[in-house]
C-alpha cells in the first residue's frame, strides 16, 4: 500500500520532532459508503468531533477484516471493501506513539442492527450520521478548527487525508479510466 500520510507534531502543534520507529498500534479504517455516496461519519458529541470509522487491529487479526468488524461495530452495517487506499502513520512524538493505519473503502450492504459500541465510544457519545462528501469534508475541517486536543487534532487530519482520498474514487476523479476522456 502507498503512503497516503505521514502526520507529525510539526503538522499538529508546529513543534519539530524526529519521526517515530517502532510501530505501537495498528489500526484498520477508512470510509463507509452507500450507492447514493453518502459517507458514515462518526460523531463524537461529548467532545463535537467527528471521524472516519475504523480501529486498532487485533493480534493475528487481517487487517481487512479488522475494517469490516469495526464498521459492523461502530455502524451496525455489513459491508465490502471495494478499494485499498493507502497507509497514515502518525507520529505523536510527544506521547512517544507511533499509530499506522491501513485505509480502505468500503460499500454498505446492509444495516444488520445496531452498533456495538467499546464502553469509551459510548462515553465519547459516538454514533453514525450519514452525509455527503463534501459535507463530511466540511465537518472534519469545522473538527480540527474547534479543536485544541493533541490527539484529536492527529485523528481528525488523518481522517480528512482518508476521506480526501476516497472522495476521488467516490466522485470518479481517480483511475486511468478518466484519463482518455477530455
Known amino acids: 500500500m502507498k503512503l497516503l500520510a505521514r502526520i507529525t507534531d510539526l503538522k499538529v ?5 524526529a519521526e517515530l520507529e517502532q510501530v505501537s498500534r495498528h489500526a484498520s479504517r477508512g470510509v463507509l459508503w452507500k450507492d447514493d455516496m ?3 461519519m462518526m460523531y463524537m458529541s461529548t467532545v463535537n468531533v467527528y471521524k472516519l470509522p475504523g480501529g486498532g487491529v487485533d493480534e ?3 487487517i481487512e477484516a479488522a475494517f469490516i468488524r469495526e464498521i459492523r461495530e461502530e455502524t ?3 459491508a465490502e471493501i471495494t ?6 502513520d502518525e507520529h505523536k512524538q510527544r506521547t512517544g506513539f507511533l499509530q499506522r493505519s491501513y485505509c480502505y473503502m468500503a460499500r454498505a450492504i446492509r444495516q444488520l442492527g445496531a452498533a456495538a459500541l467499546t464502553e469509551n465510544e459510548t462515553e465519547l457519545g459516538m454514533y453514525a450520521v450519514w452525509m455527503p462528501v463534501g ?3 466540511d465537518a472534519l475541517d469545522a473538527s480540527l ?3 485544541d486536543d493533541y490527539a484529536l487534532r492527529f485523528m481528525v487530519m488523518r481522517d480528512k487525508r482518508i476521506l480526501e ?3 476521488r474514487v467516490l466522485l470518479g476523479k481517480a483511475g486511468p479510466r478518466n484519463e482518455g476522456s477530455r
Do not use: K, N, P
Not at 13 to 17: H, K, L, S, Y
Not at 83 to 88: C, E, K, M, N, P
Open 13 to 17: 502543534t508546529g513543534d519539530v520532532a
Open 38 to 40: 453518502q459517507v458514515a
Open 60 to 62: 493475528g487479526e487481517d
Open 76 to 78: 451496525g452495517f455489513e
Open 83 to 88: 478499494h485499498a487506499l493507502g497507509i497514515v
Open 135 to 137: 459535507q463530511a469534508l
Open 145 to 147: 478548527r474547534d479543536s
Open 165 to 167: 482520498e476516497a472522495s
